[in-house]
């Protein structure tokens, strides 16, 4: 009866994907010799792979050894490249589809990261096959490429090993962990250009699975949201809180629809579950205001007030205006986001584009980012923002 061998860390109960037999590095000639390059090195066929099951999921690595490619005997550092097949004419045509995995190896005996074998196995399954499930077993055929590492010339010294096959071994599809993304975008019917353009929309600054973005909708407008571009995720896949009476409501094809028209700050919130699989997503809708901070106004206190607000245009298409600043000073600005501290939702101008704050700011945009990210006031003069374009100037 074929055995499925799950590995284990307790030694006792450890069976590796142990191959037969390994070479020694030799490095007894100081001369490099690379006309052996087109000769195939020996890569060891496992002991145990006719009659068993290889468990890429339980094993936590297989062993791979093998003879030192011939390089006449030269002490040069060698780097293995572990290469995976699904596809028997990999034998024969190293030109079929394989994986070259990522981590590489500098010794004849590796231990090689079963979690990435069963990574390009399943890809390599899905790919050749998108609408089947992964098998519970299936053959894999695995080769090595060597090169002389410590150079410029990254196939330096390339050389191939025999392919070998594991008859027997199981593959098992692992979602990822979940990951909050450095943005979310907004698509909808009165978003730059209209659902077409994939906004992208800020975290909130030092604090992860938050972001925010300013939109105008009129009177029935409807928007979705996602996590990278045409990733299109609507009302069903969100949990929404309407500060703003913004009457949202379920539109066509479940995107998010307003009855009322108006400027709108959507302030995401996710959460990863227990699994680390998924998020859970809450969307707040406030009503936008945007304020000058501190010492370009004047202001003793920094922070959000009436009497700092830009003024909204009549839509999309319009600027948001300041009051004229009172002092020469540094421009420092924000949108208000709920209870969310000023200084993490603030942005600057840097070639007439909206920079929104990304990582601590101890005093101030000259010192932190540099001059360039500097924005000085001047008495009587007012900043223009158009939040659909993300342009912004002062004048």
Not at 3 to 13: D, T
Request: hydrophobic share 35%; with cysteine; proline share 5%.
């Amino acid at each position: 009866m074929k055995k499925i061998y799950k590995f284990m860390l307790l030694p006792a109960m450890v069976l590796p994907l142990l191959f037969t037999s390994c070479d020694d590095d030799r490095d007894s000639n100081p001369t490099l010799d690379l006309s052996h390059v087109d000769e195939e090195f020996v890569l060891n066929t496992p002991a145990l792979a006719e009659k068993n099951t290889y468990d890429l999921v339980s094993a936590k690595t297989l062993n791979l050894t093998c003879s030192q490619p011939n390089y006449g005997g030269a002490p040069y550092g060698v780097e293995y490249y572990v290469q995976v097949s699904i596809d028997p004419e990999f034998k024969n045509d190293s030109t079929v589809t394989h994986t070259q995995l990522k981590t590489f190896y500098k010794r004849a005996n590796m231990d090689v990261d079963a979690s990435e074998v069963n990574s390009a196995v399943v890809a390599l399954f899905q790919d050749a096959h998108p609408d089947t499930s992964v098998p519970e077993e299936m053959p894999v055929y695995i080769r090595l490429r060597a090169v002389i590492g410590g150079t410029t010339n990254p196939n330096y010294g390339q050389t191939f090993s025999n392919v070998i096959t594991l008859p027997s071994v199981k593959a098992t599809y692992k979602a990822p962990d979940a990951e909050f993304t450095d943005n979310l975008y907004l698509i909808g019917s009165s978003i730059q250009e209209g659902w077409k353009s994939w906004k992208p929309i800020p975290e909130v600054q030092g604090v992860p699975g938050q972001y925010y973005g300013i939109v105008y909708l009129p009177a029935g407008g409807e928007f979705k949201w996602g996590t990278k571009n045409n990733d299109y995720r609507g009302f069903n896949r969100i949990t929404i809180v309407d500060e703003a009476e913004a009457g949202v409501t379920e539109g066509d094809n479940q995107n998010i629809k307003v009855a009322n028209a108006g400027w709108y700050t959507l302030y995401f919130k996710g959460k990863i579950t227990e699994d680390k699989k998924n998020i859970d997503w809450t969307m707040t809708v406030y009503k936008t205001q945007v304020c000058l901070i501190g010492a370009c106004m004047g202001q003793e206190t920094w922070g959000f007030a009436d009497n700092v607000a830009l003024t909204p245009p009549a839509d999309q298409n319009g600027e948001w205006v300041s009051p004229a600043f009172t002092a020469s000073a540094e421009l420092r600005v924000s949108v208000k986001v709920g209870d969310i501290d000023w200084y993490r939702t603030e942005f600057t101008i840097y070639k007439g584009n909206i920079f929104w704050r990304n990582k601590d700011m101890p005093n101030n945009w000259a010192e932190t980012f540099g001059a360039d990210y500097s924005v000085s006031t001047a008495a009587g003069k007012k900043l223009y923002v158009n939040f659909d374009t993300n342009k912004a100037e002062v004048k």
